[in-house]
């Protein structure tokens, strides 16, 4: 019998070893961190039998109509009806093969184990957490956070990292509880940070506006896990850390335009992946554009006094 093929999505074109067709959208370019996303819409196919490296999920969040697909995962043969709201799961390094009869679209995302350790280091032994296979069920809060995570790279190319690792979490903890054979309790925290920690935080943000800042960077300056810092952080403040963050930026673009500095420039000064993005924001927030919000540079003259008669 045929070994699978390993199939390493780290390489560029890797997912043409898999479909016949190229991913509509990637987050290749993104710097994210522990998650990585593709959009497909793929014709009737079927797959080679293959293992990845990471944790694959299958997400069909808006089929216009079920899909009959035949699956084998880790040895384990279906045939099933996949419909809108649907997630299929195939844990890292597990052989997995199907054949599906309609085109339809899907969002593939790769969760690297390492971030599902990092989720359950609180409350299990990391080295002892073990996803499951499983076919095609519903689950609406993976296909929500699919979705978020794919409204954010066709918004900006380049992808929010603290967006992304936000969503990571998320969906770490999300399998954690539902789909793996130790079924943690998530701790709930109270109290917010420490004001010292709190400052610390907000400090290294205002800091380092200008650079593509993380979850997990941002809780290593707290000392402690992103998901104990992400509950903590909105206590204290009422806002999630990338809201916290892309406010922060859009105030500091405000301050930098109308100072009269270049658009360009302060896109670069405060994070915003190019013009068009630091735009959408500024007026999403301020109803005008950043040209608008920049001093009149009018140079024509103005009547100061009446015109000279004939």
């Known amino acids: 019998m045929t070994a699978p093929i390993f199939v390493d999505y780290t390489q560029e074109d890797a997912s043409a070893a898999v479909f016949p067709c190229p991913p ?77 009869e309609a085109e339809g679209y899907f969002i593939g995302v790769g969760l690297e184990p390492i971030a599902l350790a990092h989720a359950a ?11 499951l296979p499983h076919f095609a069920t519903p689950d609406p809060l993976v296909c929500q956070l699919a979705l978020a995570l794919k409204s954010e790279l066709e918004a900006n190319p380049t992808g929010s990292r603290l967006y992304a690792e936000a969503i990571t979490n998320l969906l770490a903890v999300h399998l954690l509880q539902h789909y793996c054979v130790r079924k943690p309790t998530i701790a709930a925290y109270s109290g917010g940070l420490s004001q010292a920690t709190l400052r610390q935080v907000i400090d290294y943000i205002q800091t380092h506006l200008d650079q593509n800042l993380g979850l997990a960077e941002l809780a290593t300056v707290a000392q402690m896990s992103a998901h104990y810092f992400s509950q903590l952080f909105k206590q204290s403040t009422g806002a999630t850390p ?30 915003f992946a190019d013009q068009s993005h630091l735009n959408r924001h500024i007026k999403r927030t301020f109803g005008v554009t950043p040209k608008q919000l920049q001093p ?14 004939r």
Do not use: N
Not at 66 to 95: F, T
Not at 121 to 131: A, I, K, Q, S
Not at 296 to 309: A, H, I, N, V
């Open 24 to 100: 509509i959208l990637t987050s290749r370019t993104a710097a994210w961190r522990g998650i990585g996303l593709e959009y497909h819409w793929q014709p009737a196919a079927e797959t080679p039998e293959l293992c990845t490296h990471v944790h694959g999920l299958g997400i069909f969040p808006q089929l216009p109509t079920p899909i009959w697909a035949d699956r084998k995962l880790d040895g384990q043969l279906r045939r099933e009806r996949v419909s809108s709201g649907m997630i299929v799961i195939a844990p890292a390094m597990r052989p997995q093969w199907s054949r599906w």
């Open 121 to 131: 280091y609180e409350t299990v032994d990391p080295d002892r957490v073990e996803l």
């Open 296 to 309: 009149r540079s009018d140079k024509s003259s103005t009547r100061s006094e009446e015109s000279p008669r």
């Open 242 to 271: 990338h809201q916290f963050v892309l406010r922060c930026r859009v105030e500091r673009a405000k301050d930098l335009l109308l100072s009269g500095e270049s658009i360009v420039e302060v896109a670069r000064l405060t994070g």
